[in-house]
């Protein structure tokens, strides 16, 4: 697995990330809850994309599933 940071803001790989996918973590809100990934609020100052991660999280459920499933950005709460 990889440890390429996915959440700046928590500090969350993408290994941590896959784990919880293969693990039963289906949606983003279920990401959030079994990693703490999408939980921060600093996105536009921490991650060098100037972004959410939720599109890279949603990129890798997609993967891990093989299809797509609800997204959104999760950061902060919203």
């Known amino acids: 697995m990889r440890d ?3 959440c700046y803001c928590k500090r969350v790989t993408e ?3 896959v784990q919880a996918i ?3 973590s289906r949606t983003l809100a279920a ?15 921490l ?3 100037g ?5 890279e999280i ?4 997609d993967r891990e599933c ?5 997204s959104g950005c999760c950061c902060g709460g919203g």
């Open 51 to 55: 972004r959410c991660c939720a599109p």
């Open 58 to 61: 949603q990129a890798l459920i």
């Open 4 to 6: 390429e940071m996915v």
């Open 31 to 45: 990401i959030r809850r079994a990693t703490g990934a999408c939980t921060g609020n600093r996105c536009k100052e």
């Open 22 to 24: 293969r693990a039963g």
């Open 15 to 17: 290994g941590t990330i």
């Open 47 to 49: 991650n060098p994309k």
């Open 66 to 70: 093989g299809g797509t499933t609800p």
